[in-house]
């Protein structure tokens, strides 16, 4: 698959302070691609470099094949940090002026994507009479106008309410089923899990990893064990498995071993050679909030 | 550069602060010429000797061509009208933090600063042309000398629009350097109208008359007093006639010298 964007070695420091160092990654055509880590991991600092609003120090990224142009972000909507519009115009006369700008959509798309967002009814509205949702719909509507097969949104659902955030999440699967790439930044893990088919996860400006999301997920295996005893299951589980967590309120061991290695009858039989009768045992799929917690040491 | 006006013109044309100062501005120029031409008329219509002695002295400064002179250097004192209208321009866009989302949607860096020096150009040809009318009109009414051309000095019409861009275009340094509005306009009003000129009357009475290469004064230099002031002393009217040329080409050199800076800069500095 081609890539859109290609990260090459990118570093970037404040001062002292290292907010990227040598992060690379590749974004292929036609992915969600959510971009991970907790606050000050250098997502926003990576998404400004790659739209040219901040330098990066060392390395290089490349659009489509080729380094950073104004020409190649006129074909890639954005949303960064937070909605920037001049206050004392209305959404209709903020996105002539993006329109201006990148060349993309009609008079007509402006009315479609205002429509889109739920923000056609006030769109004579004066941008600063804005809710923080409704600037937070403008800024999506600004990157969707004139249908960018790119988009980079920097936590799109930021300041939306619940159901703000669930039709943010059915655009996004809505454009991924499309064939448009999107990368995104966030911080709800369980949005992402829900929508990205690419993660990369920072931590101070590091890359922990970064690939498709089932892989990811699938670093091992977890089985889900619970007995009369739980805590002499523990105690017998840790002389198999790596790494053992007694869950007291579902009353449940989590027991986690080596990929494709843990084999259900075979941890029975040993905890039936030990006198633990088990009466409940699955695998389950890691959730990505705890792969992001273990690679992130949360 | 079209698709660069059209913008800038979107920004603009709904934006009521900047359509306020700009009537503002265009009812200052003509003002402080006609309320200079009104104490003139009211000096020389009183009856008696002193008047006709006044008269005699100061001949008509109204009348064309030396109204192109008198009323340009009029019209220089309220630069610091416009000076505002510019300041906003560009610390709007740090306000609003839509000087990045101009580059993100897809302006380079240098397109930005274009359109920021368009605007910049445009406000003092509209000014520049606003001065005009007003000689005309003033120049018009009065009664000019015989066998002379009522164009003789309507090349400080020329002069007039350098000495507004590069005197605007420190107002846009000043801006652009500091992003707050209203720190900028401070800082803006108090070097135009406090600093500067004390520096430059201090600097000539104990040094030398080396002010004249400040930053405000050196496109100030471009309009020197009207004719008149060379009947009080005409080496200093005759001197700063002769260094008009000069300082047109330092005038030149430092906006030239200032935009390149602000393109630097721009080019260089994070968003």
């Known amino acids: ?298 | 550069m079209t698709n660069l006006l059209k913008t800038e013109w979107l920004k603009l044309r709904r934006y009521r602060a900047f359509w306020l100062i700009m009537i503002v501005t265009a009812l200052s120029y003509p003002g402080i010429s006609y309320i200079l031409r009104g104490i003139y008329k009211n000096i020389m219509e009183r009856p008696g000797d002193a008047s006709m002695v006044l008269k005699m002295i100061l001949g008509n400064p109204f009348a064309l061509p030396e109204a192109w002179h008198t009323l340009a250097y009029a019209s220089s004192i309220v630069v610091f009208i416009p000076a505002v209208v510019v300041i906003m321009f560009i610390t709007n866009e740090y306000s609003f933090k839509t000087h990045r989302q101009n580059v993100i949607d897809g302006w380079s860096r240098n397109q930005f600063m274009t359109a920021k020096l368009i605007d910049v150009a445009l406000i003092s040809v509209i000014i520049s042309a606003l001065y005009v009318i007003v000689t005309l009109i003033i120049g018009l009414s009065e009664v000019s000398p015989k066998n002379v051309g009522k164009w003789g000095y309507s090349y400080y019409a020329g002069l007039f629009l350098l000495q507004t861009f590069a005197q605007l275009t420190i107002a846009f340094l000043i801006g652009f350097l500091i992003r707050k509005a209203f720190i900028a306009l401070g800082v803006c009003m108090f070097y135009f109208l406090v600093f500067e000129p004390i520096s430059v009357a201090l600097l000539r009475k104990y040094v030398d008359d080396i002010g004249r290469y400040l930053p405000v004064e050196i496109s100030d230099r471009l309009i020197p007093p009207p004719a008149f002031f060379a009947r009080f002393d005409k080496p200093a009217y005759e001197k700063a006639l002769s260094q008009v040329s000069i300082h047109i080409l330092y005038t030149l050199l430092l906006t030239v010298f200032i935009w390149w800076i602000c393109f630097r800069i721009n080019k260089r500095r994070d968003l």
Request: with cysteine; net charge neutral.
């Open chain 1, 1 to 298: 698959m081609e890539s859109v964007l290609s990260v090459q070695n990118i570093t970037r420091h404040y001062g002292h302070i290292r907010a990227l160092n040598k992060v690379s990654f590749e974004v292929p055509e036609g992915s969600v691609f959510g971009i991970l880590g907790p606050n000050g991991s250098g997502k926003t600092t990576l998404l400004s470099i790659i739209l040219d609003v901040l330098k990066a120090d060392n390395g290089n990224f490349l659009w489509f094949g080729n380094p950073g142009s104004s020409a190649q972000r006129k074909k890639i909507g954005s949303l960064l940090e937070t909605p920037n519009f001049y206050h004392y115009l209305s959404a209709v006369d903020n996105l002539k002026i993006t329109q201006a700008i990148s060349g993309r959509g009609t008079e007509k798309d402006i009315d479609d994507v205002l429509k889109k967002m739920n923000l056609y009814e006030r769109r004579r509205s004066r941008f600063s009479t804005y809710s923080l949702g409704m600037k937070q719909r403008l800024a999506v509507a600004a990157a969707l106008l004139g249908q960018p097969k790119v988009l980079v949104l920097d936590e799109p659902t930021n300041g939306l309410d619940p159901v703000g955030i669930a039709e943010i999440r059915e655009l996004i699967i809505e454009l991924r089923t499309k064939g448009f790439t999107i990368i995104m930044a966030s911080h709800l893990l369980d949005e992402v899990e829900k929508v990205c088919t690419h993660v990369a996860i920072l931590r101070k400006g590091d890359l922990l990893t970064s690939g498709e999301v089932d892989e990811i997920l699938s670093d091992e295996d977890v089985v889900e064990l619970r007995a009369a005893d739980i805590n002499r299951l523990a105690a017998a589980l840790r002389d198999i498995s790596r790494h053992v967590v007694i869950d007291e309120k579902q009353n449940v061991v989590h027991a986690s071993f080596e990929k494709g290695t843990a084999r259900l009858e075979q941890i029975n039989r040993f905890c039936f050679e030990r006198g633990i009768v088990l009466n409940h045992m699955l695998i389950k799929k890691k959730r990505l909030e705890a792969r992001f917690f273990d690679l992130t040491n949360n």
